[in-house]
């Protein structure tokens, strides 16, 4: 399937595993419950690792494993849920994740200036049809007040 | 006052750009109605019973008067020639054109104004004391931190998307006229035993159906600290604050559920880890309060004589003066308001051809600023005594000067099952029956100091629960009732008022009024106010007055 991933359209081979769903070679992500029980057969797996985080789970207690993952995908249930917002944010300047950050969920167009700020570079838009279109969000705002991962000196200290 | 600079003003143009692309997707069916909502109330717009409704952001209630003829010209040009003023110190358009929105942000984006963040679950505008700066025993003026918070909360990525909405207040006296107790934030400049200005920092606050009043989170905040505690706080409540019920999302549900200690305790351990990165350099600070310099007050302004005069010779004026000005730090000069609770009319109401007055009125005697108030009336802040005089007969002439600031009849009142959808009950014509039967001058000076709150519904945006006599609408099988609580305020001793007793039908509102005002003057000592009356009696000989008849 096609994602936008730092501000280009792609192609993604990253599968999503269900937690009942077996385990395949290749790139997955699993869910931090089915990490957290098959942690040791999840290291040994052929392929990269992805882990999916939602707002409900405990982010401080996935730190010292972030070393496994080459992805987090921030599960937005609505887009109106702004808890990932923060988790991406840390994840990049408290816990230096350097991996991609990917959004996934009720993703819209509208929001992808906000969150790309917050340090989420991929996004797996809710519909895919305006993908093309969506590409401009990025360029909505040339400037923030705030200190964003994208600008991490606030305006404030650029005057 | 504040001058956007070309990164102020590049970021809201392009707000408007944003928003016409919105609002051409929404149009055109690529948006629909549930996505394009927290979008339009992220730019004021709600959808309203007969039209939308446009809320426009007064940054801490700071106007110029090329501003004021603007919002005269938009209320002119795309809505029915009046605007309303809000207890946040924002206005709305309640008739607007949703296809007319872009431009009217765009109007605005031109004399440095914008509805960004005015409703939504986000940071809102900023309120303040509508005295800051001309206040004689003021610690700091708070403004050029509201301006800095304004900044800081203007478009935070992290903080558009929070639980429910967020509001902060900052005063720098002791006296609060903005209700700080009452925010979710509220902000206080004290000084500490060094004699160092800093902030206390209240939490937790608000109104609506749980009114709290909030808590000290923290008693003393260097003043370059300001954002990343802000930030600490928001951050802590953007992952705590709950989602599965909207009624308990606000940070007071947050920290009553949770404990202020608690809160606090996660608040320091975030902020000691954003603390220096966030750090207000001295030569922001001086940026910005740089454009709240003291006027050039004229040094000889005491020095007129004609002030005395006037007030021995025309007794109408000495009664507005006593009533609707105020002191000022700079001898010779005073504040004065401008009434918008004329009696009959709405409250916070105000033309667009007074509103050109007042522009014109802003120029010629108070340095071409005006300023909007909590109580939803506005204020001249910088008048020389020798004016006041000419500038009375002039809002006389545009009934802007009844006399009836801080009396029974300046009503705050929310525009009720008229306007909004929310709302259960009327408010405005009852509000007005207020006014008409209880007008008599008079009759109001002897009552003294009565803040009615009238509010439609309990969602309570005219913080019914903090007037020292509260009503609020409610729907009982289709009917409009009326409950009315006592003793509340929201002042520097804020308190949430008694309930009286079981509601009471609409065509009773004003009677009732008229007894719990009997009840006063009956049980009142000399010179003892309507809230000290309450406050040393309890409710109970006004709910025997009012319920005497069941």
Not at chain 2, 193 to 200: A, V
Not at chain 2, 213 to 221: E, N, S
Not at chain 2, 256 to 285: F, K, P, T, Y
Request: hydrophobic share 40%; aromatic share 10%; proline share 3%.
């Amino acid at each position: 399937m096609q994602i936008i991933k730092d501000r280009e359209i792609v192609e993604d081979n990253w599968v999503h595993l269900d937690d009942d769903a077996t385990l395949i070679s290749g790139d997955i992500t699993v869910s931090l419950a089915r990490w957290q029980e098959q942690h040791e057969a999840l290291v040994k797996h052929d392929g990269r690792l992805g882990l999916r985080l939602s707002g409900d789970d405990p982010l401080e207690e996935i730190i010292p494993d972030l070393a496994h993952f080459s992805l987090v995908v921030l599960v937005f249930p609505a887009f109106t849920d702004g808890r990932c917002y923060s988790y991406a944010k840390l994840l990049r300047e408290r816990y230096d994740f350097t991996h991609e950050i990917r959004a996934q969920g009720d993703v819209l167009h509208d929001q992808l200036f906000y969150m790309s700020q917050c340090g989420i570079n991929s996004f797996e838009l809710a519909n895919p049809n305006r993908m093309a279109y969506a590409l401009k969000a990025f360029d909505d705002f040339s400037e923030s007040y705030q200190s964003t991962v994208l600008r991490p000196e606030p305006l404030f200290k650029r005057r | 006052m504040y001058q956007y600079d070309k990164y102020d003003q590049t970021m809201i143009d392009q707000r408007v750009a944003q928003f016409r692309d919105q609002t051409r997707r929404f149009l055109a069916g690529e948006l629909t109605e549930e996505q394009f909502r927290p979008l339009r109330l992220m730019n004021g717009l709600y959808i309203q019973i007969h039209a939308p409704m446009l809320r426009v952001a007064i940054p801490y209630g700071l106007m110029s008067s090329n501003q004021v003829r603007k919002i005269a010209d938009v209320s002119r040009r795309y809505d029915k020639g009046f605007v309303h003023f809000t207890t946040r110190q924002n206005f709305q358009l309640n008739w607007p054109k949703l296809e007319d929105v872009p431009d009217i942000l765009a109007d605005l984006a031109s004399v440095q104004m914008h509805a960004i963040q005015s409703s939504g679950n986000c940071i809102r505008n900023t309120t303040s004391d509508q005295f800051a700066g001309i206040n004689a025993n003021e610690i700091e003026d708070p403004r050029p931190w509201a301006e800095l918070i304004r900044q800081w909360s203007t478009f935070h990525p992290e903080f558009a998307y929070l639980p429910r909405k967020f509001k902060i207040a900052v005063i720098g006296t002791k006296e609060d006229r903005a209700a700080t107790q009452l925010h979710d934030i509220g902000l206080h400049l004290v000084k500490n035993h060094d004699g160092e200005i800093g902030f206390e920092v209240l939490v937790g606050g608000g109104l609506g159906r749980t009114p709290i009043v909030g808590q000290v989170i923290r008693p003393f905040l260097e003043k370059k600290d300001l954002l990343s505690y802000l930030e600490a706080i928001l951050r802590v409540y953007n992952r705590l604050g709950r989602r599965d019920n909207k009624y308990k999302a606000r940070i007071k549900i947050t920290v009553r559920e949770h404990g202020i200690n608690h809160i606090r305790e996660l608040v320091e351990a975030e902020w000691v880890q954003i603390r220096s990165q966030l750090e207000l350099a001295d030569g922001e600070i001086e940026r910005v309060k740089s454009h709240f310099t003291t006027p050039d007050y004229d040094k000889t302004a005491a020095e007129d004589e004609t002030f005395e005069a006037m007030l021995a010779e025309d007794a109408s004026f000495a009664r507005w003066v006593k009533q609707n000005t105020v002191e000022h730090k700079q001898a010779g000069y005073k504040g004065a308001y401008i009434s918008l609770k004329a009696h009959g009319e709405a409250p916070g109401d105000v033309s667009s051809e007074q509103l050109e007055v007042i522009a014109e009125l802003a120029d010629e005697f108070s340095l071409g600023e005006v300023r909007s108030t909590h109580n939803q009336n506005l204020v001249f802040a910088d008048v020389k005594q020798a004016d006041l005089y000419a500038l009375w007969l002039r809002l006389e002439a545009e009934k802007l000067a009844t006399p009836n600031m801080n009396t029974l009849t300046d009503i705050i009142c929310c525009p009720g099952l008229d306007y909004c959808g929310l709302a259960n009950a009327t408010s405005i014509p009852l509000s007005k029956q207020i006014t008409e039967r209880f007008g008599d001058l008079d009759y109001l000076f002897d009552l003294g100091d009565i803040k009615i709150k009238f509010s439609g519904c309990m969602n309570g945006c005219a913080h019914q629960s903090v007037g020292h006599i509260g009503i609020l609408g409610v729907d009982k099988k289709g009917e409009e009732w009326y409950q009315f609580t006592l003793g509340g305020s929201s002042d520097e001793n804020a308190t949430l008022g008694e309930r009286l007793g079981k509601a009471i039908p609409k065509e009773e509102v004003v009677d009732t009024v008229g007894h719990l005002l009997d009840t006063y003057v009956d049980l009142r000592h000399e010179d003892e106010s309507f809230l000290a009356t309450v406050r040393r009696l309890g409710i109970d000989p006004f709910k025997e007055r009012v319920y005497a008849d069941n």
